[in-house]
């Protein structure tokens, strides 16, 4: 993906020298994980860098979409404080009406696949609006270049932050507080009517 520049950010593909930052906000700060394989060690997020980088060039020469993780940079001191992206999504989005209704979908039992968006930021750096501003420009490029029909975003019902950040976006919020991992569901429409460049 080419960089976006925003007011006070860069979004940028990580490089190999971003490890250490990273390292240090993901796993060391916020200590992320999203399964029980996860180990929080810089070996394990060495390698989710090295797929990461490997996938911004296997996405280009398959022509697939921008889908992976980007660096969050402050524009001034080009300082790492975070990382954000697309993701692919597969979930039983009809078990709410919502989507039901949007989608023109009638089952519940399916999964169905959407564009995902996510975005972490170290906790020296929270709380300015960043999350929000390099989401904002996500989703621009999403809609006006990629085209996307609708972008989701999926939370817990405990992400106070992240449903903020979501609500702030524009997005629809959905609930399902009994759902093991799908309980806070943002939703945005594309209505540019496919008049984008
Ligand atoms: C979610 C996250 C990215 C937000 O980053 P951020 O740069 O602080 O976000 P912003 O400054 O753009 O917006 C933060 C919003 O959360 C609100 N907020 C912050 N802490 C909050 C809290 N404890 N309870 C409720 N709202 C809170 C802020 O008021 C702000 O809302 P507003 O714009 O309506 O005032 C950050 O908290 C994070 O990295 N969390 C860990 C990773 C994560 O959970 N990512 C989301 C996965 S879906």
Request: aromatic share 10%.
């Amino acid at each position: 993906m080419k960089p976006i520049v925003t007011n006070r950010l860069i979004i940028r593909e990580f490089r190999p020298s971003d490890l250490g930052e990273i390292y240090r906000i993901l796993d060391v700060e916020l200590g992320l994980v999203d399964s029980v394989e996860q180990d929080s060690s810089i070996a394990q997020r060495k390698k989710w860098l090295e797929w990461t980088l490997q996938s911004y060039e296997q996405n280009r020469m398959l022509l697939n979409p921008p889908y992976g993780n980007n660096a969050i940079v402050l524009k001034d001191s080009l300082q790492l404080i975070g990382a954000c992206g697309f993701t692919p999504i597969l979930a039983p989005l009809g078990l709410i009406p919502y989507y039901r209704y949007s989608a023109g979908v009638v089952d519940e039992e399916y999964n169905y696949p959407e564009v995902g968006i996510f975005f972490a930021i170290s906790p020296h750096y929270q709380c300015r609006g960043f999350a929000y501003e390099a989401s904002k420009a996500l989703i621009e490029l999403g809609f006006k270049k990629l085209k996307i029909k609708r972008i989701v975003g999926i939370t817990n019902l405990y992400n106070n932050p992240s449903i903020a950040v979501l609500k702030r976006l524009g997005m629809r919020i959905e609930t399902l507080p009994s759902h093991k991992w799908m309980q806070v569901v943002g939703f945005l429409e594309n209505n540019l009517n496919g008049k984008a460049d």
